[in-house]
């Protein structure tokens, strides 16, 4: 999996800092031998900046990742909403319109399988255009076909639904591209390699390295890292997917006839 080397790349450069940390430690004691062993406040300070950020960063991607599972839900039953309400329509104005209907569920298809952790950017913005262009076309249809309708009502019934298929799409749209500023993932790697340092310094007052120590340090809060990006771009080769929540739109599709 692609994703897996951020964290192998940061579990190992978690590794080099601590020892570093622990070298620096045990010259600056040799060379000053009155100096204290550590600073416990500034320790507190930094481990509980970094739990902050973790706490921050990871929330923020489960919640992210909740609302789009969500989005996929209301677009699938938006699209059907307003699928099933041609049938108010004159029978002459349905069968235009539900093809461009098919058509446009096929391009948002194409949207989603088109964005991946290495994305077709090109793919994806000529899929952005299409199924725009869809949407313009099937509310202008649509509105033509209504004040042909006999009741004055099929037009609110028509629309309304039409109307939020647009808005959820537009959700959608803004979720793929919903994530963290960039700084705030530099805090967090900052923040994060910092206290390797002030482990490995730390560790420098005991002759030995404390293997477990280490290893369940850069494991854990790599393993954290992990699952924190995959929460975050859940469209990335990993363990959590919103593939199986993409069939629902698909199914939407097998549904027109």
């Known amino acids: 999996m692609i994703v897996l080397w951020l964290p192998a790349v940061l579990l190992v450069t978690m590794l080099l800092l601590m020892e570093a940390g622990r070298w620096f430690g045990i010259r600056w004691r040799t060379n000053n031998p009155e100096a204290p062993p550590s600073c416990g406040a500034v320790d507190i300070a930094v481990f509980g900046l970094m739990g902050l950020l973790f706490a921050f960063t990871f929330y923020g991607a489960e919640n992210r990742y909740e609302a789009r599972r969500s989005l996929i839900v209301d677009e699938a039953n938006a699209i059907e909403e307003a699928y099933l309400h041609l049938d108010l329509l004159e029978a002459n104005a349905q069968p235009q319109l539900r093809e461009n209907f098919r058509r446009y569920v096929r391009s948002r298809l194409e949207i989603y399988r088109n964005v991946s952790g290495w994305e077709d950017v090109d793919a994806v913005k000529r899929e952005l255009l299409q199924s725009t262009a869809l949407q313009h076309e099937i509310w202008l249809q649509a509105v033509a076909?209504?004040?042909?309708?006999?009741?004055?009502?099929?037009?609110?019934?028509?629309?309304?639904?039409?109307?939020?298929?647009?808005?959820?799409?537009?959700?959608?749209?803004?979720?793929?591209?919903?994530?963290p500023p960039p700084i705030v993932w530099g805090m967090l790697a900052l923040t994060l390699l910092a206290s390797c340092v002030l482990v490995g310094y730390s560790m420098a007052l005991s002759g030995s390295r404390s293997w477990?120590?280490?290893?369940?340090?850069?494991?854990?809060?790599?393993?954290?890292?992990?699952?924190?990006?995959?929460?975050?771009?859940?469209?990335?080769?990993?363990?959590?997917?919103?593939?199986?929540?993409?069939?629902?739109?698909?199914?939407?599709?097998?549904q027109m006839k």
Do not use: C, W
Not at 149 to 171: E, H, Q
Not at 233 to 251: N, S, T, W
């Open 145 to 179: 076909a209504s004040k042909q309708a006999s009741s004055p009502a099929v037009r609110t019934f028509i629309l309304a639904p039409l109307d939020r298929m647009i808005d959820t799409a537009t959700a959608r749209n803004v979720a793929l591209r919903k994530h």
């Open 212 to 254: 477990v120590h280490i290893l369940v340090f850069a494991l854990l809060f790599s393993a954290v890292i992990y699952v924190n990006i995959d929460f975050e771009y859940p469209r990335m080769p990993g363990f959590i997917q919103l593939d199986e929540m993409d069939k629902v739109l698909a199914q939407t599709l097998d």
